[in-house]
T-cell receptor, first 119, second 113 residues
Framework: GAVVSQHPSWVICKSGTSVKIECRSLDFQATTMFWYRQFPKQSLMLMATSNEGSKATYEQGVEKDKFLINHASLTLSTLTVTSAHPEDSSFYIC???????????????FGSGTRLTVV | GNSVTQMEGPVTLSEEAFLTINCTYTATGYPSLFWYVQYPGEGLQLLLKATKADDKGSNKGFEATYRKETTSFHLEKGSVQVSDSAVYFCALSRSSNTGKLIFGQGTTLQVKP
């Protein structure tokens, strides 16, 4: 089935440094990738939508300069948390329309998530 | 705006017990409704879905019926197993193309042998 591989699964970094999270669609082409953030005991919140070959679309309130998204190919999207601070500590999850087609039929394929801790 | 509300967890059941996880939504028009499951250490997986009123989604013994009159999409299973222990998310999508899923806060299910 459709698989999205997300790395790293967890990362600890120092304040002020940048962290890159990668999501790869392994057996299908993902022209679109969605990036979510989840705080403990809270819902997943959509941060941005990346589209291959064009600029990402950010949700209201999400800082574009802090959360840099790149969708360089049909199988790779990256999220870079720049100048990370402790309040950026969270669980980040990517997803793509299942099998690259209508998500209403096939659902969305999610990565396993990245636990970011900024110290 | 659009929103999804789930019952708070954790829900702790004994094996073979009946499960209900409540989910209600607020949305204009006719959203698509989903249940996703997240097993420990894994990504979210689509469990079942319904795209129009009165549709019943089902998978792995789980069922949920799209009730427009009560704006609900409650998840049920007649006999849970230890392997069903996971976090369950109810979600809605207003458009099949934007990919903007709106999630509930998730409900943790713990099934004890």
């Amino acid at each position: 089935g459709a698989v999205v591989s997300q790395h790293p699964s967890w990362v600890i970094c120092k304040s002020g440094t940048s962290v890159k999270i990668e999501c790869r669609s392994l057996d299908f082409q993902a022209t679109t990738m969605f990036w979510y953030r989840q705080f403990p005991k809270q819902s997943l919140m959509l941060m941005a939508t990346s589209n291959e070959g064009s600029k990402a679309t950010y949700e209201q309130g999400v800082e574009k300069d802090k959360f840099l998204i790149n969708h360089a190919s049909l199988t790779l999207s990256t999220l870079t948390v720049t100048s990370a601070h402790p309040e950026d500590s969270s669980f980040y999850i990517c997803s793509a329309p299942g099998r690259g087609r209508s998500p209403d039929v096939y659902g969305y394929t999610f990565g396993s998530g990245t636990r970011l801790t900024v110290v | 705006g659009n929103s999804v509300t789930q019952m708070e967890g954790p829900v702790t059941l004994s094996e073979e017990a009946f499960l209900t996880i409540n989910c209600t939504y607020t949305a204009t028009g006719y959203p698509s409704l989903f249940w996703y499951v997240q097993y420990p250490g894994e990504g979210l997986q689509l469990l079942l879905k319904a795209t129009k009123a009165d549709d019943k989604g089902s998978n792995k013994g789980f069922e949920a019926t799209y009730r427009k009159e009560t704006t609900s999409f409650h998840l049920e299973k007649g006999s849970v197993q230890v392997s069903d222990s996971a976090v369950y998310f109810c979600a809605l999508s207003r458009s099949s193309n934007t990919g903007k899923l709106i999630f509930g806060q998730g409900t943790t299910l713990q099934v004890k042998p």
